[in-house]
């Protein structure tokens, strides 16, 4: 696809297989060639909608209610519930179906979060050791930021997250800058490392790389290690983990799975990290979910949005009428992954919400979905 600005300027991006959509001559562009690991058929669910009549009536008529305009408010592309091991309720608003890989926007974080839980497992990363920034000297107090503080968001490293389409923005800044993470990496610290908690895709892209440059050390792309170990292990149909324009896995929020890909994901942390008989992910990453990070007050905790911020005093909660326990992974607009331990359930959502208040509008209905799932 070639792009124009004011009729001048061009700019031509290439489709490539499992790094996404790259500028023509980029760094990116001359990648090695990625072949998707054969599929297995994915994690096996059992279909039983059937068995829930007001639960999926009841997400047939929210879908109903879709807009068609850009702007004009909620619509929801896809919604699934995965209730021990089976899919009770899965919907897509058409052109989108089951085999629709959505962008996950910021659930990217929460991905790269567990390939890295995944890689310290077998030895191949360290979690709790220094991020791989060259272009920090020695003698540089970025150095004492930890991998495990980008995963966390306490670097203290100095970023706004605005997402206000203001070109001198930083996140703008970032993401026309190509390189995400050489961005990253050029910000000051404005805090002690593991002091304050700040939401930041910029610590999400510098880890993203970091996990790559660890990776390549030990003989491994990130594509070919989540293909062998982590999500091609899972997954019925082929990830995408996008990459910018320096070849960096886009961490912050480039990931592109079907729903029920996602679901299976969210299955295997409910697993406790287990896929037929095989430990994917380590029991103490997962057991630490429960225990949000002190500094987030109740929000936040290895790269995953948690529930219990009204008892650290906040006046709202990510994931309002659903359980305390409940950990999210979150995107922009309404992109969700959201996990029940006790209920064995994983809720997954896409679509887009536009406008003041209208995140209440399909918490809610995420929400209600849940309760619905328990009553019958």
């Known amino acids: ?22 500028l023509e001559g980029s760094p990116a562009d001359r990648m090695e060639k990625h072949v998707p690991a054969p599929s297995s058929g994915g994690m096996r669910v059992v279909r039983a909608t059937d068995d829930y009549p007001r639960l999926n009536r009841f997400v047939a008529e929210e879908f109903a209610r879709n807009g068609d305009a850009v702007g004009s408010g909620v619509n929801h592309r896809a919604f699934i519930v995965l209730h021990r091991g089976q899919i009770i309720a899965e919907h897509y608003a058409p052109p989108f179906d089951s085999n629709t890989r959505f962008s996950s926007q910021s659930m990217a974080k929460s991905v790269k979060a567990l390939l890295w839980a995944a890689a310290d497992m077998r030895g191949l990363v360290d979690l709790d050791g220094p991020v791989a920034a060259p272009e920090w000297a020695a003698d540089d107090p970025r150095q004492a930021i930890s991998n495990r503080h980008l ?29 995400l993470a050489h961005f990253a990496a050029g910000l000051e610290l404005q805090h002690t490392p593991g002091d ?26 990130v594509h070919r290690f989540s293909d062998e170990s982590l999500l091609g292990r899972i997954a019925a149909d082929p990830v995408e983990l996008q990459v910018d324009d320096a070849g960096s896995f886009w961490a912050g929020s480039a990931v592109h799975m079907t729903p029920l890909d996602w679901a299976r994901l969210g299955q295997l942390m409910l697993n406790d990290g287990v896929y037929e008989n095989a430990r994917l992910l380590p029991t103490a990453f997962l057991a630490q979910l429960s225990k949000p990070l002190p500094q987030s007050k109740g929000w936040y905790r290895s790269s995953m949005w948690l529930n219990h911020s009204l008892q650290y005093g906040e006046d709202r909660q990510l994931a309002p009428g659903l359980p305390d326990e409940t950990i999210s992974f979150s995107g922009f607009q309404g992109q969700k992954v959201q996990l029940n331990p006790s209920q064995d359930m994983v809720l997954v959502r896409f ?20 309760a619905l799932a328990l009553e019958e």
């Open 1 to 22: 696809v070639t792009g124009y600005l004011l009729g001048i300027l061009a700019g031509k991006a290439v489709y490539h297989t499992g790094y996404g959509c790259v």
């Open 151 to 179: 995963l966390d968001m306490v670097s203290g490293l100095a970023f706004e997250e605005n997402y206000d389409f203001d070109l001198f923005g930083q996140f703008f800044d970032m993401v026309l800058s190509g390189d």
């Open 196 to 221: 304050t908690w700040y939401y930041s895709t910029a610590d999400a892209n510098l880890s993203g790389r970091t996990l790559g440059l660890k990776l390549a050390e030990r003989g491994y792309t």
């Open 351 to 370: 679509g887009r919400s536009e406008g003041q208040g209208k995140g209440d509008v399909y918490k809610r209905f995420i929400a209600d979905a849940y």
